[in-house]
């Protein structure tokens, strides 16, 4: 792979994406070990790099992921531009789930996580991060979404810790800071990658009203497979539009 690759980091729901992994790279970090192998998929004509967040077994909790080993193993093969795929919870009225997203703000309400590369071991950068998503990337995935007959809203990301959903009081307190959508995994993520040097978007798929927003009061699961379902299918049109305009 070249240092053109393409990046993608898969969460939740990965499997339903259903492209075909070509081959599987072990790569050894100095942070230990990434949550599966650089994975190459075969998206439309090109291949892509790989790397299911939770592992290809869904066993490893947002705040567990080995966020560091991810974002390094990608960039050793040479990933300079990533799209991550998040599910969330909608917040804002207008978000509805089993629909996109391209948030171009984040809001990190995490603790404990392994979040930077400088680690004062000798290099130290204070990143720029007033505009945390690559805002090419944004209007790239953005189109694409248009492309695969979606329609694009951006947003802020509110990152909390998990893996327990939260309580209705959080997401009102998360509302009035100005949140849109809720999720685990955006941060370090995003962070990370800027570290380190790689252009990073987040298409986002709400798959359930966050706590204590559903119109019906239904609990936070409930319909979520069917949400899921219906994101996924969109993300994987959107998916082939980005790799196809990304690698042209
Ligand atoms: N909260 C936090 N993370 C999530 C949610 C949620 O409601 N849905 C999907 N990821």
Request: glycine share 12%; net charge negative.
């Amino acid at each position: 792979m070249t240092n053109n690759t393409i990046g993608l980091i898969a969460g939740s729901g990965f499997e339903s994406l259903g492209f075909v992994v070509a081959s599987r790279s072990p790569t050894k970090t100095p942070y230990g070990a990434p949550s599966t192998p650089v994975l190459a998929m075969t998206v439309g004509a090109s291949q892509i790099a790989c790397i299911a967040r939770h592992g290809e077994d869904h066993a490893i909790p947002p705040h567990a992921v080995n966020y560091r080993a991810n974002i390094w193993s990608l960039y050793q093969h040479g990933v300079r531009r990533c799209v991550a795929i998040n599910a969330v919870g909608a917040i804002d009225a207008s978000f509805s789930p089993g629909t996109l997203a391209v948030p171009d703000q984040l809001i990190d309400y995490t603790w404990g996580r392994q979040h930077t590369f400088f680690d004062g071991d000798g290099k130290l950068e204070h990143i720029e991060f007033s505009e945390p998503l690559d805002p090419e990337l944004r209007g790239r995935i953005a189109d694409a979404i248009l492309a695969a007959g979606g329609t694009v809203r951006g947003g802020t990301y509110g990152v909390t810790q998990g893996p327990r959903l939260e309580t209705a009081a959080e997401i009102d307190r998360l509302e009035r800071d100005g949140c849109h959508m809720v999720g685990m995994t955006a941060l370090p993520e995003a962070a990370l990658a800027r570290e380190i040097g790689m252009a990073y978007g987040i298409c986002a798929i709400a798959v359930n009203f966050a706590a204590g927003r559903h119109p019906d009061g239904k609990p936070i699961h409930a319909d979520l497979e069917r949400h899921t379902r219906r994101g996924m299918g969109t993300a994987r049109a959107v998916l082939e539009a980005l790799v196809r305009d990304l690698a042209g």
